[in-house]
């Protein structure tokens, strides 16, 4: 693989200055989710055209002046206000830190389930080990403690999980039913709503949720609440066993943003049992974002975060893949990938991939 990405351009001036947006970054993170969290952006876009003063903001949002005057200041050097005449207005930038859902499920997923266990990741890069995991406890893997995760932190993890995947649901449908499949395995289903979405769009599929236990106990009440147990079923494994085979005998397998939370290693032992669970003619689904298939600059750069956060929090060893990665691997596991869907949902891809 021959990598040829970014480039070195900018004047040593430039260059300077970004080194010290860097240096400060996290600082200034939380200076703009304060700004976001305490009203003061909202109270600003209300008032975008006359713009307010220090004084007014800290008298109608019951904070001190002292406390608005140094967010605002931090909030011009991020581009997020600028000041006229004493006066300070909502940017676009400021905007979208507001009021963009992508841009706030981001935000909350950095500060609550990586912000505290970041500070562990060199730790994580010399171990191969999620350092970070232990700011909520002793779990080897962020996915065993999902569901005794405060919270809060439950919130926004799932949150960001949702928000890409559900997005991408209902432009796979028509490439997942092409072959009228009847069986679907839903590998790393977590709370079920990938298939309970199939459920209610075709009652003819029987859907089958693969997870660790405690991710199939969420799903099989979310399934109950819906009134679809009897279309869809669940079965619980350790999914990283792979002395433990996968129900056999369907005719499409799905996984969704599912592969990237494992080291290359063990995708290959996941994508061999998958090979074996399958029908002779049947079809795998693998949706996921790769790093150099984002159209945006903003997409890449996510990716590459979000990368991070397998390394110190989730596992220690896995990643948003380069495409080329997860190509090898398919064929390594005795399948070829027979199509290729660009462009679905947020910035994913699909592969149908078919046994060689």
């Not at 693989?1 to 200055?17: E, V």
């Not at 909030?75 to 909502?90: C, D, N, P, Q, T």
């Not at 893997?141 to 991408?168: C, I, M, N, Q």
């Amino acid at each position: 693989m021959g990598y040829n990405y970014g480039n070195d351009d900018k004047s040593a001036l430039q260059a300077k200055y970004d080194a010290q947006k860097i240096a400060f970054a996290p600082i200034m993170f939380q200076a703009s989710k304060a700004l976001r969290d305490l009203g003061i952006l909202k109270y600003l876009l209300k008032n975008r055209r006359k713009g307010a003063s220090i004084e007014t903001i800290a008298s109608e949002l019951k904070l001190s002046e002292y406390g608005v005057k140094v967010l605002l200041e931090a909030g011009i050097s991020l581009e997020m206000v600028m000041a006229k005449e004493g006066l300070f207005y909502i940017t676009k930038t400021g905007y979208f830190i507001l009021s963009d859902e992508l841009t706030k499920v981001n935000m909350d997923f950095t500060h609550d389930v990586n912000y505290l266990g970041m500070f562990n990741l060199q730790d994580s890069i010399k171990n191969g080990k999620p350092e970070g995991l232990k700011v909520f406890g002793k779990w080897d893997t962020v996915y065993e403690a999902l569901s005794e995760l405060p919270e809060k932190v439950r919130e926004s993890w799932f949150g960001f999980d949702h928000y890409y995947s559900d997005y991408a649901f209902p432009e796979v449908l028509p490439h997942i039913f092409a072959n009228n499949p009847k069986r679907i395995l839903d590998i790393g289903g977590n709370t079920g709503k990938f298939s309970i979405f199939c459920a209610k769009n075709n009652p003819d599929i029987h859907m089958t949720i693969l997870d660790l236990p405690g991710q199939v106990e969420d799903a099989n009440k979310n399934i109950e609440d819906e009134g679809l147990s009897a279309n869809i079923s669940t079965h619980a494994l350790n999914l990283l066993d792979n002395l433990i085979p996968f129900p056999k005998a369907h005719d499409a397998i799905w996984m969704s943003q599912f592969l990237d939370c494992f080291s290359q290693e063990e995708i290959l032992g996941l994508l061999n049992r998958s090979f074996d669970a399958l029908d002779e003619n049947g079809s795998l689904f693998i949706l996921e974002t790769y790093w150099d298939k984002q159209e945006f600059p903003a997409s890449t750069y996510s990716l590459h975060a979000t990368s991070l956060y397998f390394t110190a929090i989730a596992n220690g060893n896995s990643q948003m893949y380069h495409s080329d990665d997860m190509k090898k691997l398919v064929e390594k596991a005795g399948m070829y990938i027979e199509t290729i869907y660009e462009n679905i949902g947020v910035s994913h891809t699909l592969f149908k991939c078919k046994k060689r």
